[in-house]
């Protein structure tokens, strides 16, 4: 099983870079890893996913090393509003019927003023 | 607008009395998926389908079932809820049984047995 292993929390300041590194040392071949972020009482929202190398788009980077053991997500100039848990999702494959994905026991981030 | 949605959003039942949480998709998606959150322990899997008609267990299946008789309905049953049951419940989607896993997630449907 590709299962995850992230901190369990980290505190920051408004206005500065946030990376949470997630550990998943059984990730198979054609896993893509994905990150979610929840606010709480609310379904988790997508933010970013990546195979290999480094992923950006507006809200996040995703670097992923050459073995694909670990990942680090990086929030760029935090706001109070990324205050929320983030999740690191790495699919796994089980089953006659396909994919079986864990969520790992995810990292809460809270930005001070 | 794409969406998931659940009903009810939140319920409160007595133990033993059969209740269905209905979960429906409006994106044409073929993987649909359960997930229990409780304090503490994250989100946990509990069963998901790969398209109609193919269904399989995730890490908490005991206690549940489901169905996928159509594409954009995947209902979660309890036929005799139990107090350890009480929790929050998001029912979830994604357009590719790949590799690739960005899933959309329902408002959520927060369960109490008592």
């Known amino acids: 099983l590709a299962k995850t292993t992230q901190p369990i929390s980290m505190d920051s300041y408004e206005g500065q870079e946030v990376n949470i590194t997630c550990s998943h040392n059984?990730?198979?071949?054609?896993?893509?890893i994905t990150w979610y972020q929840q606010f709480p009482s609310q379904g988790p929202r997508f933010i970013i996913q990546g195979y290999k190398t480094k992923v950006t788009n507006e809200v996040a980077s995703l670097f992923i090393p050459a073995d694909r053991k670990s990942s680090t997500l990086s929030l760029p100039r935090v706001s109070l509003s990324d205050t929320a848990v983030y999740y690191c999702l790495v699919g796994d494959m089980l089953g006659a019927a396909g994919n079986k994905l864990t969520f790992g026991g995810g990292t809460r981030v809270l930005v001070k003023p | 607008e794409a969406q998931v949605t659940q009903n009810p959003r939140y319920l409160i039942t007595v133990t033993g009395k059969k209740l269905t949480v209905t979960c429906s998709q409006n994106m044409n998606h073929e993987y649909m998926s359960w997930y229990r959150q409780d304090p503490g322990l994250g989100l946990r899997q509990i069963y998901y389908?790969?398209?109609?008609?193919?269904?399989d267990k995730g890490d908490v299946p005991e206690g549940y079932k489901v169905s996928r008789k159509e594409k954009r309905n995947f209902p979660l049953i309890l036929e005799s809820p139990s107090p350890n049951q009480t929790s929050l419940y998001f029912c979830a989607s994604s357009l590719t049984s790949g590799s690739s896993y960005e899933q959309y997630f329902g408002p959520g449907t927060r369960l109490t047995v008592t």
């Open positions: 389908s790969m398209n109609v008609e193919v269904t």
């Open positions: 059984n990730i198979a071949t054609n896993d893509y």
